[in-house]
């Protein structure tokens, strides 16, 4: 069975605060992604991972950095955490090609950013 | 980049009603729409997919059509039941997936 799990569910951080959001997959998937999730805006791409040491940008990447350093495991990390970072960040990853397959997603990750 | 336009935004219906949410893509190169299903408090769950050699596809109540050439989609929702309540993205992809915003369907009993 498909399996992606996040470390946190729910989290509350200070401003400047630096935060990490892990993800673990168990499915030796290639790809692995993160969005971020606020609503009427749907899902945003912030970066994704098509291997290991691999990242490419997404759409709205200002704020975070990631890390892959196994093939399971992408982290998403705020350098120092803003007021508007505060959101629904959904971990997910996927096998094929980067954009051709189906897309499994963790539980997410509420942040609160005070 | 790949731009996904979703509509409506949220939709109530009566159960037993049809429901059709419909996205539009500007990338002429995405080959691949999933929709995803969103239940309150849940992640996504992929419900149909579609690939851009095929113009319709059905499961159960559920169906996806494709027009390439107008470079739009559409899921329909047949005999919609109280289950049927969530939030569905569309989302198209070539190397990367981008998401329509969300549509809110609620089927009111």
């Known amino acids: 069975d498909v399996k992606v799990t996040q470390s946190s569910r729910y989290l509350v951080k200070r401003t400047g605060e630096k935060v990490f959001l892990e993800c673990v997959q168990d499915m030796d998937h290639e790809n692995m992604f993160w969005y971020r999730q606020d609503p009427g805006l749907g899902l945003r791409l912030i970066y994704f991972s098509y291997d290991v040491k691999m990242k490419e940008k997404g759409d709205i990447p200002e704020g975070y950095s990631v890390s892959r350093e196994k093939k399971e495991r992408f982290s998403l990390i705020l350098e120092s955490a803003s007021t508007n970072q505060t959101s629904m960040y959904l971990c997910a990853s996927s096998s094929l090609g980067l954009g051709d397959g189906t897309q499994y997603f963790g539980p997410g990750t509420r942040l609160l950013v005070l | 980049g790949e731009n996904v336009e979703q509509h409506p935004s949220t939709l109530s219906v009566q159960e037993g009603d049809s429901a059709v949410i419909k996205c539009t893509y500007s990338?002429?190169?995405?080959?691949?729409f999933p929709w995803y299903k969103q239940e309150l408090g849940k992640r996504p769950q992929l419900i149909i997919d579609?690939?851009?050699?095929?113009g319709e596809k059905k499961d159960q109540r559920i169906a996806v059509t494709l027009n390439k050439t107008a470079k739009h989609f559409s899921l329909h929702i047949t005999e919609t039941q109280p289950e049927d309540s969530a939030v569905y993205f569309c989302?198209?992809?070539?190397?990367?997936?981008?998401f329509g915003a969300g549509t809110r369907l609620t089927v009111k009993p």
């Open positions: 579609i690939r851009s050699n095929v």
């Open positions: 989302a198209a992809s070539f190397n990367d997936m981008r």
């Open positions: 990338d002429s190169a995405s080959n691949y």
